[in-house]
């Protein structure tokens, strides 16, 4: 069984024991949350597709950890004017992992 879940303003494809990153979340490592935002409920016969979202389903996911993804560098240049500028971004995530897909039949 898989699921189309937003999450935090982004979709994502998810199945049990999925472990997904995705933007840092208010929430304790270890604390287990639930994601009620589901857009599409898929079996390997039946598909549900929500308007706009999926009634009763939802998404149980698990906190593992948070962190910092790997830098990344921006540069900025204007060819024969003298401008260049030079940045780096780390952005931060929370790392989870599905435990169960519940889906009203």
Do not use: C, W
Not at 14 to 19: A, K, P
């Amino acid at each position: 069984m898989y699921a189309v879940v937003d999450i935090a303003g982004s979709q994502y494809k998810v199945e049990e024991g999925d472990h997904i990153r995705v933007a840092r979340l208010d929430a304790e490592e270890g604390d287990s949350l639930t994601f009620p935002q589901v857009l599409l409920v898929g079996d390997s016969d039946e598909i549900k597709v929500g308007t706009p979202q999926v009634e009763g389903a939802a998404v149980e996911a698990l906190v593992k950890g948070h962190g910092l993804a790997d830098k990344i560098t921006v540069f900025k240049m204007k060819r024969r004017k003298n401008y260049r500028r030079k940045n780096g971004h780390r952005q931060s995530y929370t790392e989870l992992q599905v435990e169960k897909i519940v889906a009203e039949s």
